[in-house]
């Protein structure tokens, strides 16, 4: 009687239409939630970083129309690189042991607190540049200490199939934001009270990006918020001092870093190759601006920010599950390739086809090497990685623009000059001499390096098959 109860229980009729079972509910539910809740964090991190990126080149353009001096913009750049670097332990260790809403909550109440500081110098008259470096500087401090947070948050509820979706969507965010904050910023300076304007809209989107990742980590589970009521890895909750707690993060992050040699591999490789990106992006303008106008090169970076966001789009909706250490090298080695032929080339049409591969490969290199560290990093060591990896990544920036814009103007650039060191030589013949030459040269010698670097990973076995060799770090 009970199997007729449930069989006519379960046929439709008019009175009694189908319903999907119990669990499958419970499961598309499930599924809703974790959508929202990602839509919220990353409409926050969007909101962050648009408001960030106004500011910043804001912050150049009124520091660059008060002294015309460029050092004195590049300062503001270092200022904030230094203070992210030296944020990053105490990051690590935020996003590991303490409940992660409020970690964010009191990042985003810092910079709005420093950018309303910063609009009450601009009301009385009072601001100067030390100011600004030291906003600059706290700007990026706090962005340092936010990000990780919002990482193993994600990497806390996302399934695991889905993490290459997630740096997609940050990607195309990012892409984004790079595209509309210059323009915005230019049209706030230009017509809503110039710098003072820029803040105001920044207070706004701060504002904003605090009430969504709040509500965010609010609906979240409390795995997902952290602190003292996880239990999982191998970090306990409560930690001691936080300068103590900083030096032990950073040395859980070497430890795994140590037990994994295939993931330090992967960490020193994608430092090395995210040495092309920062040369990539930092070199073109005066390699461009030597021989071309600004709209030349207005429209060669344009080009290449187009093809970050269809790479993005790409790694966002192909759902890529495996292979994705493969994905990784293969984007790198034509990134690689594109970056020679940029340096051999002298014409725009060829630099933009050089900068739109070269983003749109870099792009979706970067989306699947975030999805393998979110996949293969053990969950009580995740924001301490993701730290690590961050601070990695801005030593290898503020290196590369110093020794790469040393080499170009002090060596290559002389070098490959009309009677210079190099002219008459097969170097000399095959990439003329001139203004922006000795800069193509460098452009071929690190795109040269980099693609005998990444065939070399290529036919690495091991590294190859990272995906399948390293255990994942507790993701169900």
């Known amino acids: ?15 009694n239409p189908a319903r999907p079972p119990p669990l499958q509910q419970q499961e598309q539910q499930q599924a809703r939630g974790t959508r929202s809740t990602f839509a919220l964090l990353w409409l926050s991190e969007t909101a962050f970083d648009l408001g960030t990126t106004l500011v910043s080149f804001a912050v150049g353009v009124w520091i660059f129309s008060r002294t015309g001096s460029a050092q004195d913009y590049s300062f503001s750049v270092l200022a904030a690189a230094l203070a992210a670097m030296l944020a990053t332990p105490f990051a690590g260790v935020l996003a590991d042991r303490h409940d992660r809403r409020r970690v964010v909550l009191c990042c985003d109440l810092a910079a709005v607190a420093g950018t309303f500081a910063i609009v009450l110098a601009l009301t009385s008259g009072r601001l100067g540049i030390g100011a600004l470096y ?10 340092a200490l936010r990000r990780p947070s919002i990482r193993v948050a994600v990497s806390r509820f996302v399934p695991k199939d889905r993490f290459a979706q997630v740096g997609g969507l940050t990607g195309i965010s990012r892409a984004l934001v790079q595209v509309g904050a210059p323009a915005t910023a230019g049209f706030l300076m230009a017509h809503a009270g110039g710098l003072q304007g820029v803040m105001a809209t920044q207070l706004c989107l701060l504002l904003a990006a605090a009430a969504l990742v709040f509500a965010a980590l609010t609906r979240a589970g409390a795995d997902v918020r952290g602190g003292a009521d996880v239990r999982s890895g191998d970090v306990p909750a409560q930690g001691g001092a936080l300068w103590r707690g900083a030096g032990a993060s950073l040395s859980g992050a070497l430890a795994y870093l140590r037990e994994q040699p295939l993931m330090r591999a992967l960490l020193g ?5 995210q040495c092309l990106m920062v040369l990539a992006t930092a070199m073109v303008t005066p390699m461009v601006l030597s021989t071309h106008s600004s709209g030349v090169l207005g429209l060669v970076m344009s080009v290449g920010i187009v093809g970050g966001l269809l790479g993005s789009i790409l790694v966002a909706t192909a759902r890529l599950r495996h292979g994705l250490m493969r994905w990784v090298l293969a984007c790198d080695a034509l990134q690689c390739a594109a970056v020679l032929a940029a340096g051999c080339a002298t014409t725009p049409a060829l630099w933009c086809a050089a900068a739109f591969v070269c983003l749109f490969c870099g792009s979706t290199s970067v989306a699947c090497s975030h999805a393998l560290w979110m996949r293969k990093a053990p969950l009580g060591r995740q924001g301490s990685v993701f730290a690590l990896i961050a601070a990695s990544n801005m030593l290898v920036m503020c290196a590369v623009l110093l020794a790469g814009g040393w080499l170009a103007d002090a060596v290559l650039e002389p070098a490959l000059r009309p009677g210079g060191a190099l002219d008459g030589t097969p170097v000399g013949s095959l990439f003329g001499t001139g203004p922006g030459r000795g800069i193509g040269f460098l452009f071929f010698a690190s795109g040269a ?3 005998a670097l990444t065939v070399l990973a290529l036919f690495h076995p091991r590294l190859r098959r990272l995906e399948t060799l390293v255990p994942d770090g507790g993701q169900s």
């Open 1 to 15: 009687m009970q199997e007729v109860t449930v069989e006519a229980a379960a046929t439709p009729t008019r009175d």
């Open 134 to 143: 030291a906003y600059a500087a706290v700007a990026a401090a706090v962005g």
């Open 269 to 273: 490789y994608g430092a090395l190759v």
């Open 449 to 451: 390096a980099g693609l």
